[in-house]
């Protein structure tokens, strides 16, 4: 059965007047919460979206750049991205939700926080209104704010972002912590790593995406004067 497919069976439980909040109450086994994460990030992307007062195609078009949505999928993405607009609950009570469902795990949260950068940066621009969103998410989540300045820094800048930041050392860590970090963070995201924790294989470009700006931050930091 394809994640979409389970998506579709997920949104089909509801039963009349029930929210979309309500779908995180039911996805926290290991198994479902592939499907939560996919849910997630579409249903906090779309109360994002209207975060700048706008709803655009870019942004819309945005979930693509995350997921691997196959054409006669695009009904039940859109499903999630409207029912989600509609929903009368706010983007905060979908957090709270989002959190339960993770329980304590963090890892699975920051994947779900870069897919959410990525839809903020689809149109090519990032709106105040949206990074005010992102850090409420965040606070919500339990994700410390030196972590999230180091996502924003990896995907909102005109420039590169600091390599060191990017691998979570200090430039006075030694040369030795700073390989043990980049390694580290190469495990992490390694695509059967992600989808252990819950991030669906769909969702692949996550991973790769990641593994870019960690080898682009070692490969500078290498190439440093000493």
């Known amino acids: 059965m394809s994640l979409w497919t389970r998506i579709a069976d997920a949104l089909?439980?509801?039963?009349?007047g029930e929210g979309l909040s309500k779908v995180f109450d039911r996805l926290r086994t290991p198994?479902?919460?592939?499907?939560?994460?996919t849910i997630a990030?579409?249903?906090?992307?779309a109360k994002m979206a209207k975060a700048d007062g706008q709803v655009t195609r870019d942004e819309v078009a945005a979930f693509?750049?995350?997921?691997?949505?196959?054409?006669?999928?695009e009904a039940n993405a859109a499903r999630i991205f409207n029912l989600a607009r509609q929903d009368v609950a706010g983007f905060e009570e979908y957090a709270r939700?989002?959190?339960r469902m993770f329980g304590d795990r963090r890892e699975p949260l920051c994947d779900l926080m870069e897919?959410?950068?990525?839809?903020?940066?689809?149109?090519?621009?990032?709106?105040p209104k949206e990074d005010d969103f992102l850090d409420r998410v965040r606070r919500?989540?339990?994700?410390?704010?030196?972590?999230?300045?180091?996502?924003?820094?990896?995907?909102?800048t005109d420039a590169l972002p600091d390599p060191y930041a990017v691998l979570g050392v200090g430039p006075e860590a030694s040369f030795e912590e700073i390989h043990a970090a980049y390694k580290r963070l190469v495990r992490e995201t390694h695509p059967d790593r992600m989808q252990a924790r819950g991030v669906p294989e769909e969702a692949v470009k996550l991973a790769e995406a990641r593994l870019?700006?960690?080898n682009a931050a070692w490969e500078e930091i290498q190439k440093a004067p000493v």
């Open 97 to 99: 939700r989002i959190k």
């Open 64 to 73: 693509r750049e995350v997921f691997t949505i196959p054409p006669q999928e």
């Open 12 to 16: 089909s439980a509801l039963t009349s």
């Open 115 to 127: 897919g959410l950068f990525f839809i903020a940066l689809a149109d090519g621009e990032y709106h």
């Open 140 to 156: 919500i989540f339990g994700i410390e704010e030196r972590e999230f300045r180091t996502m924003r820094s990896m995907f909102v």
């Open 41 to 45: 990030v579409i249903a906090l992307g």
């Open 31 to 37: 198994p479902e919460q592939t499907v939560g994460f």
């Open 212 to 214: 870019r700006q960690i």
